[in-house]
């Protein structure tokens, strides 16, 4: 079984920069693909960025292009989220979730992943 735990969330102001982690329980890290998603209090979760198993290859939502970089470093088992310029409409709990692939691809569909954390807040003031 796979646990995925996010850290990091916080309150910030807009403008200001934050960085997300999320650490793997699986000695297999690198055989994952992994992205994020974010749900605001009312909507659906949505899916905000994606990366391939080796992360060469990564993929954002319109909305965050450009604010947003994902990484991820497979010796520390971690997936990263770099949020810059962050807006008040950026406010949501962001999930970290991973799908094992034998192929380079990532995903930004929530049907596509089998495990997920517990989320972290991030909260942007105006």
């Known amino acids: 079984q796979v646990q995925l735990v996010e850290s990091g969330g916080g309150l910030v102001q807009a403008g200001d920069s934050l960085r997300v982690s999320c650490a793997a329980s699986?000695?297999?890290?690198?055989?994952?693909?992994m992205g994020w998603f974010r749900q605001a209090p009312g909507k659906e979760r949505e899916f905000v960025a994606a990366?391939?198993?080796?992360?060469?290859?990564?993929y954002y939502i319109d909305s965050v292009k450009g604010r947003f970089t994902i990484s991820r470093d497979n010796a520390k088992n971690t997936v990263y989220l770099q949020m810059n310029s962050l807006k008040p409409e950026d406010t949501a709990v962001y999930y970290c979730?991973?799908?094992?692939?034998?192929?380079?691809?990532?995903?930004?569909?929530?049907?596509?992943?089998?495990?997920w954390g517990q989320g972290t807040q991030v909260t942007v003031s105006s």
């Open positions: 990366i391939s198993r080796s992360g060469s290859r990564t």
């Open positions: 699986v000695r297999t890290f690198r055989e994952y693909r």
């Open positions: 979730a991973g799908d094992h692939t034998i192929s380079n691809t990532y995903s930004s569909s929530r049907d596509a992943y089998d495990y």
